[in-house]
């Protein structure tokens, strides 16, 4: 027994579809209790290509079976967010976006990292490591050198336009759609880790005799072992990441 769906691919996903198959939905007839992981692959689309399913307007796993009249939409892992108000319907965002910028954007790599995005920086990388990281690990590389993003191996990139970081920083979070995502705080400004609140009395050894005085809330680093708290940086850098958001966030 068979079942009539309609499916569209979005995105690079046409690049594995014939000329006549791309950029619009097609009508396809499957056999009863097809998953949408064999019916993308049936029509020539790997399923590692692929990082969303939504069927109708409900996000499913690649064991989803379809039915007769289901309109299937697929996209690949992206990230210029033009399905938001689909993908928003999910109370989780679908894929935390992980960044890679090249040695001339350090301080966009530092924002980013204060608005809590992944992001690797080196002051040392080269091209060749810079292509090989966003590609191994799935990466969106930035950088003003519009012939590092002509090399082939770089299938994830962006071209930043602005020189000065806070419009760096609202040009990154307009492109990509990361206004929603931010979560200041939450990452070591010098190595990129995850912070981790610690109590201080295993921090206090290490602290200047003025801020042990003045501060009890604290949090460290695990990979790089520095230790952060409120100070005078603190309301500084907070108004930075409020105006980004605010200004990323205004139509």
Not at 20 to 26: F, I, K, V
Not at 130 to 147: N, P, Q, Y
Not at 205 to 233: I, K, M, Q
Request: with cysteine.
């Amino acid at each position: 027994m068979s079942c009539r769906v309609g499916v569209r691919f979005y995105a690079e996903l046409n690049d594995f579809l014939s000329p006549d198959h791309r950029d619009r939905e097609l009508a396809v007839e499957v056999a009863e209790g097809t998953t949408v992981k064999d019916l993308a692959e049936s029509l020539g689309v790997p399923h590692t290509e692929i990082d969303v399913i939504l069927v109708g307007s409900e996000s499913v796993g690649f064991e989803h079976r379809v039915a007769d009249g289901d309109r299937v939409s697929v996209y690949p892992v992206f990230e210029a967010l033009d399905v938001s108000p689909l993908v928003r319907l999910r109370p989780q965002p679908l894929r935390e976006p992980r960044f890679v910028l090249d040695v001339h954007l350090g301080r966009l790599a530092r924002g980013l990292r204060l608005l809590g995005f992944d992001t690797r920086w080196s002051n040392t990388a080269g091209d060749e490591e810079l292509a090989a990281v966003s590609a191994a690990e799935h990466r969106i590389l930035l950088t003003r050198d519009r012939g590092l993003l002509k090399r082939a191996a770089v299938t994830h990139g962006y071209y930043v336009r602005e020189t000065e970081r806070r419009r760096q920083l609202v040009e990154v979070l307009r492109r990509f759609d990361l206004a929603g995502a931010v979560a200041p705080f939450a990452r070591c400004l010098a190595c990129n880790g995850v912070l981790e609140p610690v109590a201080k009395a295993v921090v206090e050894d290490r602290l200047p005799p003025r801020t042990r005085r003045d501060y009890d809330e604290f949090a460290t680093c695990p990979e790089c072992h520095r230790v952060y708290w409120r100070g005078s940086h603190y309301d500084r850098l907070a108004a930075l990441a409020e105006d980004v958001c605010r200004a990323a966030s205004a139509t």
